[in-house]
């Protein structure tokens, strides 16, 4: 087999690198054999935490990454060998490493299991799991090879090792549902997209829809439309209301409430927020659904362009779901 590195670029968006699943899938469909490699354990500093992946075809083709860029391509050769005789393993990088000529500039020690053995049954179940948005486990055994496909109805944990057994946690995918209208909902939705997010974007402005349509995104505007995208957010959704005629609020943030979406901002000053929260405490609701809200949204203060506002908008809903263990 000639060895020729590739880094494959699945899609155009930042979140597609964390996600090798589908890749992984593709090659096996194509009839190559493939390795999952997972980072199982840190001694030190690293730029990724454990849980990390690689996929690597027999071709010497891979996704994904797990380091600042020192160390893929030992990766991917290590990985073709594993491939080459049948057997997973377990290495050591960096700090107390047999490998003295890869070295990592952090000073950091990264153990990575190599699995050449895991069962198309195994893979196709966890596309499936994906699909379904459930949360699950890989749950590998690191000396036997053999794994299972757990899934999660709890709170998310963290990917971790205990003992010889590895739990790698999947999440599903980040759903934001962007409602509103305006330049401010535009910019949201631009950098959303390049972000790799689930998008679902609602707005009743003519104009604002004929912008979104020019970068080819969707933007629904009936009611049935709003209420099908709401009851659709799970716990790894969020969802971004950007109103300037705050009267159509209160009943599409109550609705909102009622879902458990880990994230929730809406645009407005700390006055029209007060005002906001007088008119949803009429409707019944209590102080404990009122602190889901955040707003003034985004975390940079005062941002009046459209840029700064969507990347603080996005910043702080990503931060939320770093929180919850739904992203790296």
Request: hydrophobic share 45%; charged share 20%.
């Amino acid at each position: 087999m000639t060895i020729g590195f590739q880094r494959i670029i699945p899609g155009v968006n930042l979140l597609d690198e964390d996600d090798v699943l589908p890749m992984l899938h593709a090659w096996r469909r194509q009839g190559l054999r493939t390795a999952l490699v997972t980072l199982v354990g840190v001694e030190g500093g690293s730029p990724r935490q454990p849980g990390a992946q690689m996929a690597v075809a027999e071709d010497g083709s891979y996704v994904g990454y797990l380091s600042g860029g020192c160390l893929e391509q030992a990766v991917a050769l290590e990985a073709q060998a594993a491939i080459a005789a049948g057997a997973n393993r377990l290495v050591r990088y960096g700090k107390g490493s047999p490998y003295f000529d890869i070295r990592l500039p952090c000073g950091s020690g990264m153990d990575l299991y190599f699995d050449q053995a895991l069962g198309d049954e195994h893979v196709a179940l966890m596309l499936d799991r994906r699909a379904e948005r459930r949360t699950f486990s890989l749950r590998t055994d690191l000396d036997s090879g053999a794994s299972d496909v757990v899934t999660i109805d709890d709170a998310v944990p963290f990917s971790r090792r205990d003992g010889h057994v590895f739990d790698r946690v999947y999440t599903p995918p980040i759903r934001l549902a962007l409602i509103g209208n305006g330049p401010a909902l535009t910019g949201i939705a631009t950098l959303a997209q390049a972000t790799g997010l689930d998008l679902t974007i609602w707005s009743t402005d003519d104009v604002t829809r004929s912008q979104l349509a020019a970068s080819n995104q969707v933007a629904s505007s009936s009611d049935d439309d709003l209420d099908v995208a709401i009851s659709g957010l799970d716990h790894a959704s969020a969802a971004v209301v950007v109103f300037h005629d705050h009267e159509a609020e209160p009943r599409i943030l109550r609705k909102l409430l009622e879902t458990p979406c880990f994230y929730l901002g809406v645009l407005g000053n700390h006055a029209v927020h007060r005002a906001r929260l007088d008119a949803l405490r009429a409707l019944g609701l209590g102080e404990e659904a009122l602190a889901r809200l955040h707003a003034p949204v985004g975390s940079i203060p005062n941002a009046k362009s459209k840029a700064t506002f969507a990347f603080g908008v996005l910043a702080e809903m990503l931060a939320n779901a770093k929180a919850r263990n739904l992203i790296a």
